[in-house]
């Protein structure tokens, strides 16, 4: 091609990519503040979610937490009165399972009657739990009750408080609570992935349909935190899923909550609080809305290496290049627990004694 050409098309290009970058890096917008408004957090009781609550409470929000168990609840609302700002503040907790439209429907109710009646202004949407096993162990009920608990227990508090704040005027905020797992999956995570999958879909046709009311969609994508959750999962997991999770270091719940807090504040659609969060978001996402186009644009360099390292396994199963073969050596964790998985399938009575 001659240079006369291809000179005009790289400055386009060149263009193009500064006007986008500056844009998204909102220099001129003004950032969130919670102070003074009502954050409703389902899962406050535990882990991130509550780890959120305390750190909206220290922001100088109102806070409403939700969860099933009472006794959680008494327990997180001490901790949170220990960071109140002011006497102003109203911290309340309601206990109410989420994962039907009724319950958050009734959830939502109590909560806005500490409130004259107006809904919240922030929905942060943390309830959610993960029962890793095999595919094989699956059956109707277990399937159903998992998407329950990864997909209904966040997507049912939504459109209740959609219909809420479309009733009410209120120009709030929604934001879901996916995972890692909700843009990639592995042994174990038969009946959780396609739920976190699912909430990526809803957040993604969500963030389009509610610029009819000034509502804005985020969702969160994080990998292992260290929460009590993490450890109840962690009593059931399979072998090889803590194996392969021993790759990824994990975060305390305070640093997922600050992350969260920064990418609402930002305005970003996705978002991702670690590294390997940036890569997996970058390299999956599409058509989605994106954050920083310089940023993705490193991170999905990254991404694509990875997926050369994959297509060398078809000529290789031995080749190693740090980083971009993880994937590689997924696959090969899960063959060499073949011969383990075989007793574990004669005594549970899937195949017959040898
Ligand atoms: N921990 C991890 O490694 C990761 C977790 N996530 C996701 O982050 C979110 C928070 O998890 P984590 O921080 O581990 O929290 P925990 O598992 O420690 O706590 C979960 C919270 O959700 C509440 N909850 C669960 N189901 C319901 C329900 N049906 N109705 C009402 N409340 C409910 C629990 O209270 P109660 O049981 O009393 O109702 C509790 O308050 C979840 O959606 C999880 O899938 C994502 C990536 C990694
Ligand atoms: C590009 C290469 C990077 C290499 C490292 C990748 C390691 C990933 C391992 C799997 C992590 C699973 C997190 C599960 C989080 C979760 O949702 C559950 N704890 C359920 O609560």
Known sequence: ??????APALVLVLVTTVILAVGKMGLFSKKWDPRGQ???????SSGTGLALALLLVKRGAHVSIVARNEGKLQKAIAELEGQRQSAEQIIKS?????????GSAAALQAASE???GRCPDAFFLCAGASRPSFWIDQNEESMRKDMDSSYGAQAFTALAATKEMVKQGVKGKVVFVSSVLGYFSIVGYSTYSPGKFALRGLA??????LILYGID???VFPGTIYTPGYET????KPKVTLKIEESDSGSTPEYVADAIFKGVQKGKFHITVDFLGHIFRASSAGSSPRNSYLSDMFFALIGYVRGFGVSLRCRSDTVQIALPIWRLTVDSTVRAHRVEHEDYLRQRGYTGAK
Do not use: K, P, R
């Open 114 to 116: 500490a409130h004259g």
């Open 217 to 219: 969609v985020h969702i």
């Open 233 to 236: 999962e962690n009593l059931t």
């Open 38 to 44: 009502h954050c409703f957090v389902t899962g406050g």
């Open 1 to 6: 091609m001659e240079y006369a050409t291809v």
């Open 204 to 209: 993604e046709a969500l963030q389009s349909e």
């Open 94 to 102: 309601y206990s109410f399972a989420v994962d039907s439209e009724a």
